[in-house]
């Protein structure tokens, strides 16, 4: 089952998971942030999204009267954690996170491997850096299930977020779930992820594809990240252009780091010539 998504509306995903998904649709957030509140007796709340009173009180009232163990972001971009604080203090919670970063300042410091524990349920954190540094998962151990935050989404790729993310630690975290023994996952953006495996799967195969046309466009000469773009991008909305771009240099980072690409530095943007085309 996987029920359509709609705006400050509470949906029973499962007998442990709750989803409310805020009004803040967008190219970079699709039918917008999924906010989730996971347990019964007492509750953790993940990606409680942006500042806003439609969000704020559509969370209070599906809390009601239940205890709130913790609030906490996947990450710190600003669809995922600015709610954060105002609900934490209104609902006697703490904030967790990774670490302190894009503004938000955590109370307590989530590190990888972590448990957390109340109720029904168990949260086992996961560090999932590439889309974003501090970028962490949520296994629910009950359900064998991940929240994966904007690392894994059903409707879209991530943007691997340059200079902070890292196209290199985005796959070695895609690998990390490949060994996991998973099941659906509940990502904060989109509908829910039946077969997590598969997912993953096709996200490597589409970062291999990203980075064999990086190669293919640099094959014919030196090339600015704005040439790629369009030439990788063709067809693709305009507006999409600047994430597009992160990615495209975040690919770039990894192929410079691997020896098979160069810089040549140019005003005003840098020029990048593949040193082997053959990619060895």
């Known amino acids: 089952m996987n029920p359509t998504i709609q705006p400050e509306t509470v949906v029973r995903l499962s007998p442990l998971v709750r989803r409310i998904t805020q009004n803040n649709p967008g190219l970079m957030t699709g039918p917008g942030t999924n906010t989730y509140l996971v347990g019964n007796d007492r509750l953790f709340i993940l990606d ?3 500042d806003t009173p439609e969000h704020f009180e559509a969370i209070r009232a599906a809390v009601g009267r239940t205890p709130v163990s913790g609030i906490a972001p ?15 203090q209104a609902l006697g919670a703490e904030t967790y996170g990774f670490k302190p970063l894009n503004g938000y300042e955590p109370r307590r410091l989530v590190a990888d491997g972590a448990v957390l524990r109340d109720g029904d349920w168990t949260l086992r954190a996961l560090h999932t850096p590439g889309h974003l540094s501090d970028h962490l998962s949520y296994f629910l151990v009950e359900e064998r299930a991940l929240f ?11 943007v691997i977020s340059h200079p902070d993310g890292s196209l290199t630690s985005y796959l070695a975290s ?16 989109g509908e829910l992820i039946e077969d997590g ?7 490597i195969a ?11 466009a640099l094959a014919a000469g030196p090339r600015t990240v704005s040439a790629l773009v369009e030439r990788i991008y063709a067809g693709v909305d305009r507006r999409l252009y600047p994430a ?26 840098d020029r990048y010539v593949l ?3 053959s990619g060895g």
């Open 48 to 50: 409680p999204g942006e």
């Open 174 to 189: 895609l690998e990390r779930l490949l060994a996991m023994e998973l099941g659906r996952m509940y990502p904060a953006h």
């Open 275 to 277: 040193e082997s085309p």
């Open 74 to 88: 996947t990450h710190a971009h600003p669809d995922h954690w600015p709610l954060a604080p105002r609900l934490a």
């Open 148 to 158: 994966s935050g904007d690392h894994v989404m059903a409707w879209s790729t991530s």
């Open 244 to 269: 597009a771009r992160q990615s495209v240099l975040a690919h770039l980072d990894a192929l410079v780091a691997s020896g098979e690409v160069r810089i040549v530095p140019d005003t005003p943007d």
């Open 197 to 203: 495996r598969a997912r993953v799967q096709e996200l």
């Open 206 to 216: 589409h970062r291999q594809m990203r980075t064999a046309q990086v190669r293919e």
